[in-house]
């Protein structure tokens, strides 16, 4: 709308925040509904003379202090957090089954489309008549999931924790890694989801 800047463009364009506008500017001077919500507008010459401000200036410091603050404590958090799970020993469970983990990964690849009743995708056939990629990447998973001690544990313990993501990839390369010292016939399929971690982070 010419001669107006819309909230979004204030924040993202010319280093406002919500709490600066609501300070300096108020209430919107055009309001527009919009799908869903609505759209609030200020008029340029007003925005432009607040600018100019020595008190915009001030509450726009105070910002990029506190984001800045932010930042260091969230990496402070995050480098313990790492530090945390470098000392998680990795460790697999026996396996008593009589049964190949291919076998045992179908299996659990099983019960879990039906759990999640996607009944299309159950497997009927025996597992060397499956894809060898395929096989190979839900036998890696079962492994994972099922056979090296604590896993789930301790990817849930990341929920809500500030450098979860950083965390959880290290972490899960680590498992990775030593699924493939114990596990060498996996080696392309490990290989493969290590790969997929590197490209996400």
Not at 48 to 58: A, I, M, N, S
Not at 146 to 174: A, F, P, Q, S
Request: charged share 35%; with cysteine; glycine share 4%.
């Amino acid at each position: 709308m010419k001669g107006y800047y819309y909230q979004k463009q204030l924040i993202e364009e010319r280093g406002w925040t919500k709490s600066i506008i609501k300070k300096l500017l108020g209430n919107p001077d055009k309001i527009v509904p919009f799908r869903k919500g609505n759209v609030y507008y200020y008029e340029q010459n007003k925005v432009l003379q607040l600018e100019k401000t020595e008190e915009f200036e001030l509450l726009k410091q105070k910002i990029q202090i506190r984001i800045a603050s932010g930042k260091k404590t969230a990496k402070k958090r995050t480098e313990k957090l790492i530090k945390e799970y470098e000392l998680i020993t990795i460790e697999f469970l026996e396996l008593h089954e009589k049964k190949s983990l291919e076998q045992l990964a179908v299996e659990s690849y099983n019960f879990h489309k039906e759990y999640t009743e996607q009944y299309d995708k159950i497997i009927y056939e025996k597992p060397n008549k499956l894809n060898k990629e395929f096989l190979d990447r839900i036998t890696v998973n079962f492994i994972k999931h099922n056979l090296v001690k604590d896993y789930d544990y301790w990817c849930e313990e990341l929920k809500g924790k500030i450098g979860k993501m950083e965390v959880y990839i290290k972490y899960k390369k680590r498992v990775l890694e030593t699924i493939l010292q114990k596990y060498p016939k996996y080696k392309n399929a490990i290989e493969i989801q290590i790969k997929q971690l590197t490209q996400v982070y």
